[in-house]
């Protein structure tokens, strides 16, 4: 289902996942999973 590739792949994937089950923003998520907003964009883009 998420097909990504790289260093944060699991951060990034956390942060999505967590996002949408619990209906919040990827930029209060990310902080928690120690990762940038921008990185997850990045991820989202490629």
Do not use: H
Not at 3 to 22: H, Y
Not at 28 to 35: E, F, L, T
């Amino acid at each position: 289902m998420l097909n990504f590739q790289g260093e944060k792949v699991d951060e990034v994937a956390k942060t999505l996942i967590s996002a949408c089950l619990w209906n919040d923003s990827v930029e209060n998520k990310s902080r928690a999973y120690d990762v940038s907003p921008q990185t997850v964009r990045n991820y989202v883009e490629k």
